[in-house]
């Protein structure tokens, strides 16, 4: 009988694994379709997108994941995000990720800087209550994203005339493994430390789609009007 049951629960794990998987490739895939034609922006608003996403990512993306790893109680989960900080560090990719604005001459400033902060503040505060499950779908969503949007930053930066794609290139790859990998950590994550009934385990995911939409479409001229 508990062998069944065991097979019965372990069944229903997989099946909602999968669920959460599909509802967030959905989600990144509604937005990467929603994406603007690089050649049809402005050179300012590419130049925007692109430092307002390097504003976020350089000094924010390790300090998220390891967020995520004090909030992840699960052994076989750590390993999966030590190995992604272990990358991101020993590579230097906020270094990669600062060349790539630099050369597409779209290093961050201050009103870069703040056009983000409000929702940038939302996923600081939301990751400072260190819910594993949460957080892991959260970053699972953003590597995804992540993953796919590199073909359209690499664009924008290939407008302004840069040749510098090293950081494009890196995580248009490296990023399906991470993707994986952090479903993997999700799933032994939900075995031992289920959300509770009335928590939604989209928030995380939410309040990262709302400040990448803030990245992308954000204009400086309507904001101010």
């Known amino acids: 009988m508990s062998t069944v049951v065991s097979h019965s629960q372990s069944l229903e794990t997989v099946a909602i694994d999968l669920s959460l998987q599909q509802t967030v490739t959905e989600m990144i895939d509604e937005m990467i379709a929603a994406l603007p034609d690089p050649k049809k922006l402005s050179s300012a608003e590419r130049r925007g997108i692109i430092a307002r996403y390097t504003s976020v990512l350089e000094s924010n993306f ?9 909030a992840t109680k699960a052994e076989d989960a750590r390993p999966i995000i030590l190995d992604n900080l272990h990358e991101e560090t020993r590579d230097a990719h906020p270094h990669m990720m600062r060349k790539f604005a630099m050369e597409a001459h779209a ?37 995804g994203f992540i993953q796919k949007f590199m073909p359209f930053l690499a664009a924008l930066a290939a407008e302004e005339g840069s040749k510098e794609m090293e950081y494009t290139d890196v995580h248009g790859v490296c990023d399906i493994a991470h993707t994986e990998g952090l479903f993997q950590a999700l799933s032994a994550e939900m075995a031992i430390n289920p959300i509770k009934p009335n928590e939604d385990i989209f928030e995380g995911v939410r309040i990262l789609r709302a400040l990448l939409q803030r990245i992308i479409w954000y204009r400086p001229e309507a904001a101010a009007a």
């Open 107 to 143: 290093f961050p400033t201050d009103t870069d800087a703040l056009a983000v902060h409000e929702d940038l503040t939302k996923m600081r505060f939301f990751l400072g209550r260190l819910s594993g499950v949460q957080s892991l779908l959260a970053m699972g969503f953003f590597e």
């Open 62 to 70: 390790i300090y998220w994941m390891t967020a995520t790893l004090l």
